[in-house]
């Protein structure tokens, strides 16, 4: 071995260690996992797939499906890039964050999926269309779908098929949900937080706009109604409660 | 020497590392795609967006889309490929059909759309209600008059095929198949079909010269269809109401995606190009032959208070006028493009 070339390969041995080891300490371990529970209430009951519940005009229906987009999480000043998760209801689903250490006394997020991706072609996990979110023959996410039966509904088999689509313009149904966390949370480095949210739906039915069963027992197009369905998102959601490191509370 | 001797050993451990390391997965070899680069024809304009700028093309991705497009296992009773409604010979559009045929002896509503130069769309559908070439598939695959299958159902047959595990592996880099690989594949060939070499094209290059004839029928085309029709793709990509009468199936049109009344019966441009071959015509097949075509945009009722204010001014055309429109319209057929071997199965 050429002892003039000892010195060079010896720095740069350093040089790697030195990266190595940088690189190691500067690792963000500044994170802990934010867990969000979604609560559904109908009628004042918990939602399964059995229960009969009444809305405010009187009808009662069953849910057998509800799956919708929560997207652009954003808490405080932080926001998740590309964050698209596809919440089944009756699965209990949560939503897990890895998010910097902190007290945060705001969670923001988009209820549907935003314009860009409706049109940025073929995508894939929880925006993958194989999740049957996505409307082959005229391109756009399905925001938010709930199906059921009805007595009150008089389409094929009395179902209830509400699903809330459109991206553009005047029918755009996608929703900002804006949460005030009256107890601000504190994420701590490598720990579990939790924060549970209450979707009531007593509020799709009636909200600011009123969707009655008997005059759309399917919503499945862009239209107005699935608008005014959507103008109902905001109302339905709020913080049941904010609880530290215990995330199997429900 | 000694550092030689080294030398040459390290390289050759590292060569076989590599090698190893490429083959051991899968046993389909190492992945090493061969770009593609997408022309644009001489005189045409830059495509409004680049359709490939998320999805690199590359020959294994394009051999795969062709492979994709050409397979009837992507329908319910594996009978029904793309290709059943875009045959090449026809421009990629269904020869002597009006409708397109599904599984189980359906119908569906419209006429199959030629599939040409559908790089430069932005929508795609007579209705334009497809927003990006990669998700136009999912529409004929999981309708029940064309394709009547299930997402699920088709990657559950690709992903038991093992050339396709290959070939995507070829493609996308491992054997993985996904809806966004199979999808991105697709638009790799459909997006690759362009026809930019017909006579008129020539003529445009100055490798040749059109007819008498053809040219007192360019005249013509120029004075009347172009409006629409816009040079050198032959669409502009916009809706028009031709004044054409709602049909047994109320297809509405643009209507349709937009909700808005004042697109009433209007449906996309197609282009021209391989018109010829392209019979029957209109978005729901209604007439049979280009004569007839012609004859109707020279019969149209310009009363008609919603057809397209384009169409208002009467096109008087003499028989022989009309025959040398159609002369020039047959000098959009390239039949390159319709006979060439690449896009063929």
Known sequence: MNKKLLPYLFSVVIIFIALGLSAFY??????????????????????????????AFGETYSISKLKYYVSNVQLNNFKEKESYYLVNALAEDSIVLNIPAGNYSNFNFLLGVDSLKNCSGAQSGALDPLNDMFWTWNSGYVMFKMEGKSSASNADQQRIEQHIGGYKGAYKTMRQINLQLENAITVSPNENTSLTIKVNLDKYWKGINEIRIAESPVLMTISEKSKNAADNFAGMFSVANSDQSSPKER | MKYRIIISFVFFIAGALFIISAVKEDGYGPYKPTPLKFIIPKGWPTPPTNIFANNKLTEEGFQLGK??????????????SCASCHQQFAGFSTYDHDLSHGVNNTFSNRNAPALVNLAWMTAWHWDGGINNIEVQPLSPLTAANEMGETLESVLAKLKNDDEYRKMFKAAFGDA??????????????????????SKYDKVKNGETTFTDTEQKGYNIFKSNCSGCHKEPLFTDNSYHNNGLTLNRFND?????????????LKFKVPSLRNVQYGFPYMHDGRIYSLTQVIQYYCSINTANPTLDPLLKNKITLSELQQAQLKYFLYTLTDTSFTKNKRFAP
């Open chain 2, 176 to 197: 993985t198949i996904t809806s966004q690989r199979m999808l991105k594949a697709l638009a790799q060939f459909t997006g690759s079909l362009v026809s930019a070499n």
């Open chain 1, 26 to 55: 500067n690792s963000p371990k500044k994170t802990g996992r934010l867990i969000i529970h979604f609560i559904y209430m109908a009628d004042g009951k918990k939602i399964n797939k059995d229960s009969i519940y009444t809305n």
């Open chain 2, 252 to 264: 509405i049109g643009r209507q349709k995606i937009t909700l808005l009344s004042s697109d009433s």
């Open chain 2, 67 to 80: 492979k994709l497009f050409y397979d009837g296992r992507l329908s319910k009773d594996g009978e029904v």
